[in-house]
């Protein structure tokens, strides 16, 4: 059994925004394992206590582009972090993120490291990006960062008021017959946050986590242990439908899936991506 330090505890309540009291007893009945600690206050259905403790603002924007390539398109996709908001609308911040992104595609690059090691003039991006910082006054760095390729690639770039640059991307590839709706499915992506393609895609460990959790609620809400299994299969299907895209609901025509969506236009859609400012890892 793990100890149940008071960092762990702390880890688990910023994880899941339950109370102390909640997760030293959850803690306890999983013997200090942090992922079925989880998985216990999520069967208890315990609230959210709110926001996550400690955790820093980032502010910032998301630049992007499609490209022509031998093959298709390529989408690139680079998070820009500011500390503020007032930093990430100005005009300058702006056209430093786009200047970044130029970067990218020039250097073709696949992670959020390769373009930091990138060309920038005579530098890289990454000693770019550290004199930047100088200049808006603030700490600035390379969040996020996505690249996707197909047939056609469509992106999405949605700005939560007018006044503020893009603070969400998505992007999604398909092929050249999926591309008559893929505008439709990048609008999908933006607002529902689709996190898998199809239920394949969903990890072996995160299909059973959630089984697990569908199961002692099920017994926990004095289900007969008989009809059990049904109920799990239902929940199950209820949770690929919210996460895996082309089972969700088309917001547009909720009669209708997002897969529905692409069979009917003969397409097919190979892969996506959605950032969205802040949402990646903290800073240590």
Do not use: C
């Not at 309540?13 to 909640?22: C, I, K, Q, V």
């Not at 206590?49 to 603002?57: D, F, L, N, S, Y």
């Not at 992506?189 to 394949?200: D, K, N, P, V, Y």
């Not at 209820?238 to 996460?243: C, G, L, Q, S």
Request: no cysteine.
């Amino acid at each position: 059994m793990a100890a149940i330090t008071a960092a762990l505890i702390k880890q688990v309540r910023e994880d899941t925004g339950a109370g102390m009291l909640d997760v030293k007893k959850a803690l306890t009945e999983a013997e200090g394992d942090v992922a079925r600690a989880k998985e216990i206050i999520r069967a208890k259905g315990i609230a959210a206590a709110g926001k996550r403790e400690g955790r820093k603002a980032q502010e910032g924007t998301i630049a992007s582009k499609v490209v022509e390539t031998a093959n298709g398109e390529t989408g690139y996709a680079v998070e820009l972090n500011s500390e503020t908001d007032f930093v990430a609308k100005t005009p300058k911040f702006v056209e430093f993120a786009d200047e970044v992104l130029g970067y990218a595609v020039a250097a073709d690059a696949s992670t959020a490291q390769e373009l930091e090691e990138a060309k920038a003039g005579d530098s890289t991006v990454k000693v770019a990006v550290e004199e930047a910082a100088a200049l808006f006054g603030e700490h600035v760095k390379v969040g996020q960062y996505a690249k996707v390729s197909g047939e056609h690639v469509e992106i999405y770039a949605h700005k939560k008021s007018a006044e503020m640059p893009p603070s969400i991307v998505a992007m999604i590839a398909t092929d050249k017959a999926g591309a008559a709706v893929a505008h439709e499915a990048a609008l999908q992506i933006s607002a529902m946050g689709a996190q898998w393609l199809t239920r394949e895609d969903v990890p072996a460990d995160v299909v059973e986590s959630e089984r697990r959790v569908a199961t002692e609620k099920s017994l926990a809400e004095g289900k007969p242990e008989k009809i059990v299994p049904k109920i799990v299969e239902g929940r199950l299907n209820a949770f690929f439908k919210e996460v895996v895209l082309l089972e969700q609901p088309f917001v547009k025509d909720p009669s209708k899936t997002v897969g529905e969506l692409f069979k009917e236009v003969g397409g097919t859609a190979t892969a996506f991506v959605r950032i969205e400012v802040g949402k990646g890892a903290e800073e240590e």
